[in-house]
């Protein structure tokens, strides 16, 4: 069997149980007694296992089978949960995402047994007076029956060949049965369960007639059941003893089948009066050995894939429909002759329309929530606790928040930077906290929400906050800034010389902080998805981390401006406002060009002397500025013309001018002109 095929929904629905598990055991250290909680942990671990028996993963298989008894010990209320069985429970889960690690790379789990883990797991057992593995048996809510008659076998069409094969048989000895399997709704792979099935029925006896056809349960379509008409010597009950050594299978039917051409209503009363089924209830155990040994070719899978809605993909193939009729209406438009060019320009626009639809349809199938980055911190801030030995307790709101796949993808890593130095250097000592009047446990928080075209997300404590004299201190130790720099600064200057490389106010270096390696690749992280990071602080009560992202990186509504002939574009989410400002009232600060506008001191950034252009305008002309903002920052931005707003579609100039960070990508042009896109972020 090529289980190739299955690589990709294997290792999503795999990472997909091991979030599942890293939350629910988290919460079953909370709540021991939780029944919902333990069942949830039961169908995961039994997921898991019978993927992996079905993809011929056998040391992920015999690992998550031990974990499985554990659970089951648990869920019967022989085991009582600790903190060192939830550690252990843990390390199994990193050994499996190890395990997933080295699939995802080399199609192949590796040579590590994992043999330590598996004898902590049994040792358990063993303390519990449980030397016999539980009885596997999935949760009664886990799973539907279809409805109707089971028997449904003797709705097969049975042709002059079959009843052929049927005769000679019958008149060699041999039974003929009828079998209907009913696969668990919870099944994942039902063809390869299927395919299991008749692998373990075909060692038994002689597969004549499958229904639905064997081609369609190979494609999976058939609902959650399909039926078989079989030649045997052996009894009945040795075959359906076969079928159910299959996991997820739910129930196994089967009666002697006949098959005369024509019976009276009399002898079919007799019939299904002796032929009554027989009902097997499903114990679940190991998958049976199929041709598990072959491992997929070592080709490395790369995981690209999305779950969509499907009545989003609707909308989506709607759109794209009414784009072609939209294309050819303007194609028919153009070469009509007498046409006039109003009915060329309202075809246009209603592509635009369209296109603009499109865009959004399109975005809405890209987005995800930021669930499955965030559900793994509870565990790392469980972790972090016993590792510093301080008390603490992670709060997490709006982990619904949609995002970008792409922006989903690379925020893992900033995030969890944050997380690890509130934990550190934020949160103080049970007994500081206690001197200073604090709960003795520490609090942090992580909330995420949408705010206009961005994602916010904040990550906050309850800690000391910030010591800026001691920041300041560190700095001019480490001549990152000189005496005299650090008295002009503000004390917000001063907090962000912690975003410096290789920055660290720790004392002492350890496996969680102190080699100046985190923020810096936090703000080169976030920038890098033009977003932001912006820190509030306040001694003594606290810190908070804001990371402002935008919502896609594919298309942006943008402002384009020519600047000495050149056109540039600025996107339109960091801009505030535009203004006309005259020579006369530029001032100097300084030695900085600055523009008092409405209360406030705002810098004035020349675009033509950044980009080395010479300026169309005359020194005496009055200037067109545009206000850009960066978190409480403004800046305006000198250019020549406004061309005005425009639609972009943001392509990425890769690593050929990596060292200009003011450029962010380019943009091809209605006319096929190439327009450089400006950070406004880098600018400030």
């Known amino acids: 069997m090529d289980v190739n095929q299955y690589l990709e929904i294997f290792l999503d629905e795999t990472r997909e149980h091991l979030e599942s598990l890293n939350a629910q055991i988290l919460k079953l250290e909370q709540e021991p007694e939780d029944a919902d909680t333990i069942n949830e942990i039961f169908r995961a671990a039994h997921s898991l296992k019978g993927m992996a028996g079905t993809m011929g993963y056998k040391r992920m298989q015999a690992l998550t089978h031990d974990m499985e008894n554990v659970f089951s010990e648990i869920r019967n209320g022989t085991m009582k949960v600790n903190s060192n069985l939830v550690d252990t429970l843990f390390q199994c889960l990193d050994a499996l995402e190890e395990y997933t690690a080295n699939i995802q790379e080399t199609a192949d789990e590796g040579v590590n047994d994992n043999q330590q883990l598996i004898a902590q797991l049994n040792k358990y057992l063993k303390s519990q007076g449980s030397n016999q593995p539980a009885a596997e048996k999935a949760p009664e809510s886990q799973v539907t029956v279809p409805e109707g008659p089971m028997e449904k076998w003797l709705d097969i069409k049975v042709g002059e060949s079959e009843r052929l094969v049927f005769s000679t048989a019958k008149a060699q000895g041999k039974n003929i049965y009828g079998i209907t399997v009913c696969v668990q709704e919870s099944c994942l792979l039902k063809a390869a369960r299927a395919f299991l099935v008749y692998k373990a029925v075909e060692e038994k006896a002689e597969i004549i007639v499958c229904n639905p056809p064997a081609n369609d349960i190979e494609d999976e379509r058939f609902d959650l059941d399909f039926s078989l008409i079989v030649v045997a010597d052996c009894e ?248 005299e720099q650090a008295d002009n600064m503000s004390e917000k200057d001063i907090i962000n010389l912690l975003f410096h490389a290789g920055f660290s106010t720790a004392k002492t270096i350890s496996d969680v902080s102190g080699r100046g390696v985190g923020l810096d690749v936090v703000k080169s992280k976030i920038e890098s998805l033009s977003g932001e990071v912006e820190v509030k602080s306040k001694l003594g009560e606290g810190s908070t981390w804001i990371i402002r992202l935008p919502l896609t990186l594919a298309i942006i509504q943008a402002l384009m401006v020519t600047v000495g002939g050149e056109k540039y574009a600025i996107s339109l989410g960091s801009i505030q406002t535009l203004e006309d400002i005259a020579p006369s009232d530029i001032k100097l600060v300084q030695n900085r060009e600055v523009i008092h506008l409405r209360g406030s001191v705002i810098p004035i950034i020349r675009l033509s002397e950044e980009l080395d252009i010479e300026s169309c305008k005359a020194p005496d002309e009055n200037m067109t500025v545009v206000i850009v903002k960066k978190g409480d920052k403004l800046a305006g931005l000198v250019i020549d013309e406004l061309m005005g707003q425009q639609e972009i579609v943001i392509k990425s100039l890769g690593k050929y001018i990596s060292k200009c960070k003011i450029i962010s990508g380019a943009t091809i042009l209605g006319d096929g002109e190439v327009a450089l896109i400006l950070d406004a972020n880098a600018l400030i």
């Open 236 to 483: 009945l009950e040795e075959i359906l003893k076969s079928a159910r050594s299959v996991s997820e299978i739910e129930k196994v039917v089967g009666a002697p089948y006949g098959f005369e051409a024509v019976e009276t209503v009399e002898a079919k009363e007799i019939r299904e009066a002796e032929t009554k089924p027989v009902v097997t209830s499903q114990p679940q155990t190991t998958p049976a050995k199929a041709n598990n040994d072959k491992k997929p070719a070592g080709k490395p899978v790369v995981n690209r894939t999305v779950r969509v809605d499907i009545e989003k993909l609707d909308v989506l193939m709607n759109l794209v429909s009414e784009l072609i009729i939209a294309k050819n209406s303007l194609v028919s438009a153009s070469n009509a002759e007498g046409v006039s060019g109003n009915g060329v320009n309202e075809h246009i626009e209603y592509l635009e329309s369209v296109t603009t639809n499109l865009h959004e349809s399109v975005m809405k199938v890209r987005m995800v929530p930021i669930e499955s980055v965030v559900s793994k911190f509870p565990r790392m801030i469980r972790d972090l606790s016993k590792k510093l030995d301080k008390k603490m307790e992670l709060y997490m709101s709006g982990e619904e928040t949609e995002l970008d796949r792409t922006v989903v993808d690379e925020i893992g890593d900033p995030l969890m930077h944050l997380l690890r130095n509130s934990a550190d250097h934020g949160l103080e000592s049970a007994e500081v906290r206690i001197q200073r009047g604090k709960p003795e446990v520490g609090s942090i928080f992580l909330d995420a929400y949408q705010d206009g075209n961005n994602v916010v997300i904040e990550v906050r404590d309850d800690g000391n906050g910030i010591d800026v004299e001691a920041v300041k201190n560190k700095a001019i130790e480490r001549e990152v800034i000189t005496a």
